[in-house]
């Protein structure tokens, strides 16, 4: 079962995915943008190096952007997410952007981020990289950083991985 939520209340996209995140209970959770273009058979790729990695949790999938060393665009276990943020998708206290850097990194410190190159999911959106961040999140990522994520994140190749 495939579901689709928009954001009609323009409340943002942490919130909206945070938002799903509750009031479903399946055991896996994917998110992505509005404009995403997937390539074939993508999320069966993605499915199946989730379930064949050993202790894989969180898949990055190929967004034709950041070769897979930041799940722009994922998919991960329930289970495991609830033991990251309890009651929520990504933290809270973003609101467009970092929510997956941070959630990124956290994956890569327990060592339960995976990969599936062949599983593409590209977002179409040719202006995006000349669109200003939300000052906001990224001012919370600097802050969070600084606390490894809640004590989430120790490692400093992780910890200076995004600046």
Do not use: C
């Not at 959770?29 to 990695?53: E, I, T, V």
């Amino acid at each position: 079962l495939l579901l689709a939520v928009h954001d009609t209340q323009q409340q943002g996209f942490v919130a909206t995915l945070n938002q799903a995140f509750a009031a479903t209970q399946s055991p896996l959770l994917g998110y992505m943008a509005q404009d995403a273009f997937a390539g074939r058979n993508w999320l069966a790729l993605a499915l199946q190096k989730l379930q064949s990695q050993t202790g894989a949790a969180l898949l990055g999938f190929n967004d034709g952007k950041w070769q897979g060393q930041l799940a722009s665009f994922g998919l991960a276990r329930r289970d495991w997410i609830s033991k990251v943020y309890t009651d929520a998708f990504f933290f809270q206290g973003y609101h467009s952007h970092f929510a997956d850097a941070e959630l990124t990194l956290v994956a890569r410190q327990q060592g339960v981020y995976a990969y599936e190159p062949q599983s593409v999911l590209v977002e179409v959106d040719w202006q995006k990289d000349q669109a200003a961040v939300n000052d906001a999140d990224r001012r919370l990522f600097a802050t969070r950083k600084k606390t490894g994520f809640g004590n989430r994140v120790s490692d400093p190749q992780w910890l200076n991985f995004i600046s």
